[in-house]
């Protein structure tokens, strides 16, 4: 079955604790993207990827890393997070200039 | 800056209906237009999709209209399902693939 899967779908941490949320596909697509989904705001591209090793920063990239080093894996990095990174993230890909596909999410709470 | 609004943060339409969810974009170098719906606790889906240099799209119940001259998009959903109840987002896709969603509007179905 195609599919964006991340994990975990539910985590709960502190302020400055490390943690990755993982994201793969199985569709083989290069495109491959996160979002935070916050009420008001509506969802915002945080980084995006065209291809293995290509990387580039979204609308609110700050207190955010990426890697791409397989095409199927996008792991989104929070190196010390902070409350304010609460939120709802979603992983997505396609096929460049394609419809992107999207995650189940992940709800991350900072305390 | 650039970005893509709902006129309407929610609607509330008959079941049986038909319903039309307006969007209003302002980048016109923007290529590709997409809709997805979003059920609570999911990630957002995909619905139907539409090309600029097309101005309408016909999928099942589902029906696209782009008007460049205005830069205005509207998704038709004809005889409103309660199953049609969720959040349902416009995004715009140009350089890069890079989406820009609208803050979304609630479709509540009535029984």
């Known amino acids: 079955e195609a599919q964006v899967t991340q994990n975990p779908r539910y985590l709960i941490t502190v302020t400055g604790k490390k943690l990755t949320v993982t994201c793969s596909q199985n569709?083989?697509?290069?495109?491959m993207s996160w979002y935070r989904q916050d009420p008001g705001l509506g969802l915002r591209q945080i980084y995006y990827?065209?291809?293995?090793?290509?990387?580039d920063k979204g609308d609110v990239p700050e207190g955010y890393k990426v890697s791409r080093k397989e095409k199927r894996n996008f792991p989104l990095i929070l190196e010390s997070p902070s409350p304010n990174q609460t939120s709802l993230y979603f992983c997505?890909?396609?096929?460049?200039?394609?419809?992107?596909?999207f995650g189940p999410g992940t709800r991350l709470t900072v305390l | 800056g650039e970005s893509v609004g709902l006129h309407l943060p929610t609607l509330s339409v008959q079941e049986g209906d038909n319903s039309i969810i307006n969007c209003a974009y302002s980048?016109?170098?923007?290529?590709?237009f997409i809709w997805y719906k979003q059920e609570s606790g999911k990630g957002p889906q995909f619905i139907i999709d539409?090309?600029?240099?097309?101005d309408k799209r016909q999928g099942q119940r589902v029906t696209v209209l782009l008007n460049k001259t205005v830069k205005h998009l509207s998704l038709q959903i004809a005889a409103t399902q309660p199953g049609d109840s969720a959040v349902y987002f416009c995004?715009?896709?140009?350089?890069?693939?890079?989406?820009?969603f609208g803050k979304g509007i609630t479709l509540s179905v009535r029984p």
């Open positions: 997505a890909s396609s096929f460049p200039w394609d419809t992107q596909y």
């Open positions: 569709m083989n697509h290069e495109y």
């Open positions: 990827s065209m291809n293995v090793e290509v990387t």
């Open positions: 980048n016109s170098a923007s290529d590709y």
């Open positions: 539409i090309r600029s240099n097309m």
């Open positions: 995004a715009e896709s140009g350089a890069n693939s890079k989406l820009t």
